[in-house]
């Protein structure tokens, strides 16, 4: 019997490159790394945590020779490809665009720029009708656990239709719209509100929600006041408040950029400050506040 088990190491130890194998065992592992980075705190990780318990009782059920649970898992299992690919639609389209932007980082640059014109001249629309808006650009921190009472929406990112949604007329303009990997994803969603009692006097339920997000992801958020028609952009619990619009598309495009663009923005927001309209493009008076990152 050892011997039979020796001749049987042998022969797998027998086709065992070290520097093949160990890119091999390299690239699976870096694979599997960055899977689990990827669907780190999302819905995907219950998904999986139940796959792998199905697969855990097709093992059991071969074991104990449990023939009718083995047919029924073995049946399911073995479309498991097709099963992960509709599971996890979402995230793997997510991962190849991410992955496309590190390829063409121009390409990612101009899509960055166009969101941010896009999300600006809304923005500002709204502000001109005196009407409320809720802005969510989702980065790398998934909101899917964060936000509630979203309705599924997956269209282009375009002025008129963020400006639609939220008119009073609209069933979904009272709440957030969330822009998801530079598609509009929901839109009448529930944002978790701060707790802190620092914020400026005049903020309102739509800037605390703002606030609330962004101290719990790395989202950037854009509010429009109904009733001082002000733009306001929170990123990390910082509050920029009173933007013009060229001030806003620029600080939407560092900060989306990230790098050195957003480390210069979160800079700016970091110290609370008032700058005059003419240090911002000439228009608007432009007040930093810090809003808090502890």
């Given at each position: 019997m050892i011997e039979v088990l020796w001749g049987l190491l042998l022969d797998q130890v027998?086709?065992?490159?070290?520097?093949?194998?160990?890119?091999?065992?390299?690239?699976?592992?870096?694979?599997?790394?960055?899977?689990?980075?990827?669907?780190?705190?999302?819905?995907?990780?219950?998904?999986?945590?139940?796959?792998?318990?199905?697969?855990?009782?097709?093992?059991?059920?071969?074991?104990?020779?449990?023939?009718?649970?083995?047919?029924?898992?073995?049946?399911?299992?073995?479309?498991a490809v097709l099963i992960i690919i509709v599971l996890f639609q979402t995230d793997i389209r997510r991962a190849l665009a991410r992955v496309g932007r590190g390829v063409f980082p121009s390409v990612a640059k101009q899509e960055e720029t166009q969101l941010a014109e896009e999300v600006a001249r809304a923005a500002q629309s709204l502000a001109q009708k005196r009407v409320?808006?809720?802005?969510?650009?989702?980065?790398?921190?998934?909101?899917?656990?964060?936000?509630?009472?979203?309705?599924?929406?997956?269209?282009?990112?375009?002025?008129?239709?963020?400006?639609?949604?939220?008119?009073?007329?609209?069933?979904?303009?009272?709440?957030?719209?969330?822009?998801?990997?530079?598609?509009?994803a929901q839109?009448?969603?529930?944002?978790?509100?701060?707790?802190?009692?620092?914020?400026?006097?005049?903020?309102?339920?739509?800037?605390?929600?703002?606030?609330?997000?962004?101290?719990?992801?790395?989202?950037?958020?854009?509010?429009?006041?109904?009733?001082?028609?002000?733009?306001s952009v929170v990123v990390g619990g910082v509050m920029a408040r009173s933007l013009d619009g060229a001030r806003l598309r620029e600080v939407l495009r560092d900060v989306l950029a990230g790098g050195e663009g957003e480390r210069r923005v979160m800079a700016e927001l970091a110290g609370p400050r008032e700058a005059s309209g003419d240090e911002h493009l000439g228009a608007a008076r432009s007040e930093m506040t810090q809003a808090g990152r502890a």
């Open positions: 027998s086709g065992f490159d070290p520097v093949r194998d160990t890119i091999d065992i390299a690239l699976v592992a870096l694979g599997v790394y960055w899977l689990l980075i990827l669907i780190r705190g999302t819905r995907a990780v219950q998904i999986l945590v139940g796959l792998l318990l199905l697969i855990g009782t097709s093992l059991v059920s071969q074991a104990f020779e449990l023939t009718t649970v083995e047919w029924i898992l073995d049946n399911f299992l073995s479309s409320g808006a809720l802005f969510v650009l989702e980065r790398e921190t998934h909101l899917s656990d964060l936000i509630e009472a979203g309705t599924a929406i997956d269209a282009a990112v375009k002025r008129d239709l963020l400006v639609s949604l939220f008119m009073p007329q609209s069933p979904l303009h009272d709440g957030a719209v969330v822009i998801q990997g530079g598609r509009i839109a009448g969603c529930i944002l978790p509100l701060t707790l802190r009692e620092d914020l400026p006097e005049g903020v309102g339920t739509r800037h605390r929600a703002a606030v609330g997000i962004t101290e719990e992801s790395d989202a950037v958020v854009i509010v429009v006041s109904e009733e001082t028609q002000a733009l």
